[in-house]
């Protein structure tokens, strides 16, 4: 059911920078990622999960107010891979970051952990 997977996470100083990887679980829904919408989401521990920043038509990038400037989403050429560059980072980045597609989040994976510490 898990149809994506993350990685790239960890533990990063205030002010540094970190880039986050998704790619298919499995070769099955390569075709889907590569064509679909994709986000990245994201959850602080006790609180909702909640949209970082989406990207559309493969170009087309959207961000959250709290990191606009500060984070890029992007694909690869070959669109089988989405990433999160992630700078500058603040402590209130702490959170378990996970991707998805845009529109019709269904199953989620287990998401890669990023811990900015001050």
């Known amino acids: 059911q898990v149809q994506v997977v993350e990685s790239g996470g960890g533990l990063v100083q205030a002010g540094g920078s970190m880039r986050l990887t998704c790619v298919p679980s499995?070769?099955?829904?390569?075709?889907?990622?590569?064509?679909?919408?994709m986000a990245w989401y994201r959850q602080v521990s006790g609180q909702a999960r909640e949209l970082v920043a989406s990207?559309?038509?493969?170009?087309?990038?959207n961000y959250a107010d709290s990191v606009k400037g500060r984070f890029t989403i992007s694909k690869s050429d070959a669109k089988t891979t989405l990433y999160l560059q992630m700078n500058n980072l603040k402590s209130e980045d702490t959170a378990v970051y996970y991707c998805?597609?845009?529109?019709?989040?269904?199953?989620w994976g287990q998401g890669t952990q990023v811990t900015v510490s001050s």
């Open positions: 998805n597609f845009l529109r019709r989040p269904i199953y």
């Open positions: 990207l559309s038509r493969g170009e087309n990038a």
């Open positions: 499995r070769a099955a829904f390569g075709s889907l990622f590569r064509t679909s919408d």
